[in-house]
């Protein structure tokens, strides 16, 4: 018998594949079987074996039986591996097959007992993804001739067991014009930012610690002070060895006066890299080439790769001061 003798019995059957009477070739009924066996697998199901048992019932010899239930498995593994002949099946190192000769386990009826078993170990539940999220702390708050302020907080939706690191892409247009019409923006702020700014997650870390910083006091202004260069990025949270936003962002431009009409656009894609726990060596801490404040950034694309997907962070806002004061108009956000 070219059939390994089955000394157990399956302990996960899925499938019983019936035959006709001293038969060991698979009928139309047993042959939709199988093929409905093989279209529901879930998809993870290549990672888990499959295990085929061939029986027959008692009447007949047992030299008889025990090829006839060699057979039923033999058979029943060459359909799970193309069903119907023609569609893509389980492949051969998947399978396993073992022959038990005759039995009655399955009833008294001898029908009941001409059967190959189909088996496979369930898998467990993949775990959920992690996931990244974005929360509005403060605003966006419009001020006055393209001011405004926006504090927001990444965390995830659950702890990390092995810490890893949020990383936010940043671009940032600015179009300033005076009252002329005249594009003025290179004199006030640099027109177009593009760099990466990151936050570190410790292991065992990500929802609960992810809260605002206590702010540090600001500063008092000295006389005749120039316009103040954008800000955007994390205040430092206490208790850390190193500068460290918290998960913490902020968006905020000044006003740039009266006399003046344009826009400012900002696109933020943040995604947090578990187990990415040490950052490529251009991330610097207080970078001067960004506006990421004490976060470490660069502006080098770091070219990271198994990310959770994008969180988006986006704002534009636009206004027009050309001859008086006015509010900044938020004119969309995420989120």
Not at 56 to 77: D, H, I, K, M, Y
Not at 194 to 222: C, I, K, L, N, S
Not at 267 to 289: K, M, R
Request: proline share 12%; with cysteine; aromatic share 8%.
């Amino acid at each position: 018998m070219s059939c390994p003798v089955g000394t157990t019995s399956p302990a996960s059957p899925v499938l019983q594949v019936p035959f006709d009477n001293g038969v060991g070739t698979l009928n139309g009924v047993a042959q939709a079987l199988v093929s409905d066996f093989v279209s529901k697998r879930p998809p993870l199901s290549f990672l888990a074996p499959v295990r085929v048992d061939g029986y027959a019932s008692e009447p007949g010899t047992q030299e008889f039986n025990w090829s006839l239930s060699c057979e039923r498995a033999t058979n029943t593994v060459a359909e799970l591996t193309r069903p119907g002949g023609f569609m893509p099946g389980i492949p051969k190192t998947q399978l396993s097959l073992f022959a038990h000769g005759e039995t009655s386990e399955f009833g008294g009826d001898p029908a009941r007992n001409r059967v190959a078993v189909i088996s496979t170990p369930k898998l467990p539940a993949p775990a959920p993804p992690r996931r990244l999220l974005i929360s509005t702390e403060t605003g966006p708050t419009p001020q006055d001739c393209g001011g405004y302020s926006w504090s927001t907080s990444f965390l995830l939706s659950k702890d990390s067991d092995v810490g890893g690191h949020i990383v936010q892409h940043i671009v940032v247009d600015y179009d300033i014009k005076n009252m002329f019409g005249i594009d003025i923006t290179s004199t006030i702020v640099k027109p177009h930012w593009d760099f990466w700014e990151a936050w570190d997650v410790q292991a065992g870390e990500g929802t609960a610690r992810m809260v605002p910083p206590t702010p540090a006091p600001a500063p008092t202004p000295a006389p005749a002070t120039p316009t103040p260069v954008p800000t955007k990025g994390g205040n430092r949270a206490p208790g850390f060895a190193v500068p460290y936003s918290a998960g913490r962002d902020n968006f905020a431009d000044p006003d740039h006066g009266t006399g003046t009409k344009g826009s400012i656009k900002v696109t933020g894609d943040a995604q947090f890299y578990e187990g990415l726990t040490t950052l490529p060596a251009h991330f610097i801490h207080s970078n001067p080439a960004t506006t990421a404040g004490a976060a470490p950034s660069t502006t080098t694309d770091p070219k990271l790769t198994g990310g959770t997907p994008n969180v988006d962070h986006d704002l534009l806002v636009e206004w027009d001061c050309r001859f008086a004061k006015s509010k900044t108009t938020i004119v969309s956000h995420t989120p």
